[in-house]
């Protein structure tokens, strides 16, 4: 005989498969041009903008786009670098490419130990960029499919959240980058929380370990402590909610719980250890109180202009956008319905308090910007109300379509409905009120207004028992994904791959120079900044948090700010110091436009024309030091203080070709001046982002001085015997030598790296047992 409930089990998952698969439409539709046309999902006009490019791609499509420059600038060129790197058979922890050095995996944006960024381990960097993008929304579409079932919506209610959170204003306008990484991870947490909770199993611990560790590992600090704060609140919430098990089975939850931290606190381990280091070295502010966001941006959740980096209403993109679709009015009040009244309550309860301190109303934000929480931007919780808006909306069709229609009750959800269908218009009328003229159509006010009420149609003839339950759910899934994919399709334009960081003679020259490593710097903005880091050139400026003790060094002889250090045209033009040829700045790249380059050339003593491409004019530094230059021992000078020695740096009579200024005596005394005979020379061997080995010949006792910036971590071998790697000229590293012939190699080796992975690797063991493991599942 046939186990009827068996069958029922079968249809029912298939009918959530059918969901699954809708969901995973979705994504294929947003990113079809990827699949179809083989095009990439980038912002390539910010590259091309460039003098360089000038009429390489002749009737280019030219669009706005918003303020993601992140994008090109930071997060598609670390990706380059390690994908670079990797098919190399090397795990790049080192930058080489910006600020004269850097480390790489403690500034965590290259998100390296993040599993899906694994893609750019075997794949073209590009295809591997496209891919990562629909990965990013599947996740957050799937666990927020997988969240809604675990708290018993029905398959319309699921997929209609799912669309709502992983196609909303923030997820589309911060994609690409870490902070989305990181954010697709909030409702595997709550999913993690509310199973291990349910059934207390060490494989609901592990699920809960992981999804805390991951948007560690994804490279957002920022974003991962607004994370693991929700899931703090939803672990609170589920700790006191009622429970049959009584005291015991909420000790055993809060106990795995704590485990469970720890375990995420070892995954991520990897990670966080060095950029704890990292963060002890930048030059950034971790006490600054951000604001919150103005209370008139929250219009921005009528707004589907995201476009521009200030679009038509006056919101700032991304940081405020909040679109998520005009069924959002109508579905979360009836919340309100829904058969659990706490867990709605709960959920508007977050809602309002995230955008209490979003918007800067109530005690809250005060309340966290006097816990100093290390600069964090907390209206960017924007991402925690948009989650819980989405899955009370959610909640709110599950309710309506399990509603039996009656007249008795109707009043009741269309009460509901009519508050938040009126609440809609009149934002959609504020909003109007004070928008230009929108080019896009779907983005006109007047427009949205019509999806509103489109949506409140559907919703009023369920409510008077014009549609059945599975009409509904089909009509709204409809309106849904008609909003969300307008809205969210091409906010990344889509373009052929040779538009990207395309091949041009200005950086195939450059690459082809012969000689000793060196360095460029660029002036007048032609090119995008790090576009070394793609062209596989070594820049002594860049974009990004500087480390101190660059910032330092430079302050007074060049461009010195919190988002990036290097030379700048006042410190060329005007040099009383060799600071900059210390940096092994060879070569300057101007726009052929720039009356800056024709005053460069003017100093003959200084510089020279090498070659003009692409617009671009290339301008040789005749002054510049060696990539790593010997210093014999007997120039030493000892200054111990650091001010002392930047001022000594910052003296015209220094001269670093001559003389090296350490903190102490490194030789053991041995500084006695010899009679050399001949000259000092140093070979390069071999170069790598973490590494290189130089075969160095000195005729006396010699201060070997590579033009690499000195950081924990960094080691040195002279014939192959460990030496002490020493600060030298405040900024640099250097190694004392013997005369005679010697094999000199360092390399990134920092013990922060392998704690991390030492720890984190241990947590991984501990959790794949946990999931392995067999046990009888309790009820709480």
């Not at 790049?92 to 004269?100: E, F, T």
């Not at 995996?105 to 899906?116: D, L």
């Not at 903190?663 to 170069?687: F, I, L, Y």
Request: aromatic fraction near 10%.
């Amino acid at each position: 005989m046939k186990d009827p409930t068996g069958q029922q089990g079968n249809s029912e998952r298939r009918k959530w498969i059918a969901a699954a698969a809708l969901v995973v439409a979705l994504t294929g539709i947003q990113y079809a041009p990827v699949f179809l046309s083989g095009k990439i999902p980038f912002p390539a006009l910010i590259v091309n903008g460039f003098p360089p490019y000038a009429g390489l791609y002749p009737g280019w499509e030219q669009r706005p786009i918003a303020n993601i420059g992140d994008l090109v600038t930071q997060f598609f060129p670390y990706h380059a670098l390690v994908s670079r790197e990797v098919k190399q058979g090397r795990l790049p922890l080192w930058n080489p490419n910006v600020h004269s050095g850097e480390p790489l995996v403690g500034s965590t944006q290259a998100g390296i130990f993040y599993p899906p960024n694994a893609l750019y381990f075997f794949m073209n960097v590009k295809r591997a960029w496209a891919l990562q993008l629909v990965l990013e929304r599947l996740l957050a579409s799937l666990f927020t499919l997988l969240l809604l079932k675990e708290l018993g919506a029905t398959r319309a209610g699921a997929v209609i959240s799912s669309a709502l959170f992983a196609f909303c204003g923030f997820l589309i306008a911060w994609q690409g980058q870490a902070i989305s990484d990181a954010a697709v991870w909030l409702p595997f947490i709550c999913y993690a929380l509310l199973r291990l909770h349910r059934n207390g199993t060490w494989r609901s611990t592990a699920l809960v370990a992981l999804s805390f560790a991951m948007p560690v590992l994804a490279g957002h600090p920022e974003t991962a402590a607004h994370l693991a704060m929700a899931g703090l609140v939803v672990a609170a919430a589920l700790t006191l909610a009622r429970s049959t098990g009584g005291i015991s089975s909420r000790l055993r939850f809060v106990g795995k719980f704590i485990i469970a931290c720890l375990i995420a606190m070892g995954l991520a381990a990897v990670q966080m250890i060095p950029s704890v280091e990292w963060l002890a070295s930048v030059h950034r502010s971790l006490s600054i109180a951000w604001p919150s966001l103005p209370f008139r941006a929250i219009l921005a959740f009528v707004s589907r202009d995201i476009i521009r980096p200030t679009n038509y209403s006056g919101f700032d993109i991304p940081e405020q956008a909040a679109y998520m679709g005009t069924i959002l009015f109508l579905a979360a009040p009836l919340a309100a319905l829904h058969s659990s009244k706490r867990l709605s309550a709960f959920l508007a309860a977050c809602v309002l308090g995230t955008l209490s301190i979003v918007y800067g109303f109530g005690p809250l934000l005060p309340f966290l910007n006097s816990i100093h929480l290390v600069g964090i931007k907390h209206s960017r919780l924007i991402l925690v109300a948009t989650f819980g808006l989405a899955v009370l909306s959610g909640l709110g069709i599950s309710a309506i379509q399990r509603w039996q229609p009656n007249s008795s009750a109707r009043w009741k959800p269309a009460l509901l409905c009519a508050a938040g269908a009126t609440t809609g218009l009149v934002m959609i009328w504020l909003t109007s009120d004070r928008t230009q003229k929108v080019e896009e159509t779907l983005s006109v006010p007047h427009n949205i207004a019509i999806l509103l009420i489109v949506s409140a149609l559907i919703f009023f003839a369920r409510i008077a028992g014009r549609l059945s339950s599975r009409q509904f759910g089909f009509l709204a899934i409809a309106v849904v994904s008609f909003d969300v994919l307008t809205f969210s399709y091409d906010f990344l334009p889509f373009v052929r791959a040779n538009e990207i960081f395309p091949k041009i003679e200005l950086f195939d020259r450059l690459r082809q120079t012969s000689g000793d490593p060196y360095r460029v710097t660029q002036l007048g903005g032609p090119y995008a900044s790090n576009a070394e880091i793609v062209y596989e050139l070594e820049s002594a400026s860049g974009y990004g948090i500087p480390l101190e003790r660059f910032y330092r060094f430079m302050e007074g002889g060049g461009r010195t700010a919190d988002d990036g250090v290097g030379p700048d045209a006042d410190s060329l033009m005007n040099m009383k110091d060799r600071r900059v040829d210390m940096l092994n700045v060879r070569y300057i790249l101007v726009p052929s436009a720039d009356p800056l380059s024709a005053v460069l050339r003017k100093q003959t003593d200084r510089y020279r024309m090498r070659f003009t491409a692409n617009n671009t004019d290339v301008i040789e530094n005749l002054h510049v030091l060696p990539r790593a230059r010997i210093v014999p021992a007997s120039r030493v000078e000892i200054i111990e203080s650091e001010s002392d020695q930047l001022a000594r740096l910052r003296d015209s009579t220094f001269d670093p070709e001559r003389s090296v200024i350490l903190s102490k005596d490194p030789t053991d005394g041995s500084r006695e001046a010899g009679s050399p005979q001949g000259k000092s020379s140093v070979t390069w061997q071999q170069r790598a982002a973490d590494s290189f080995h130089l075969k160095v010949s000195a005729v006396e006792n010699s201060i070997l001085v590579p033009s690499q910036i000195y950081y924990p971590g960094w080691k040195a071998s002279v014939d192959g015997n460990p030496v002490n790697v020493v600060p030298a000229d405040f900024a640099f590293m250097a190694v004392p030598l013997s005369a005679g012939t010697h094999e000199v190699e360092f390399f990134y080796d920092p013990g922060s790296v392998k704690l991390g992975a030492a720890v984190s690797v241990i947590s991984l063991l501990l959790t794949v047992v946990l999931m392995l493991r067999r046990e009888r599942i309790e009820q709480p």
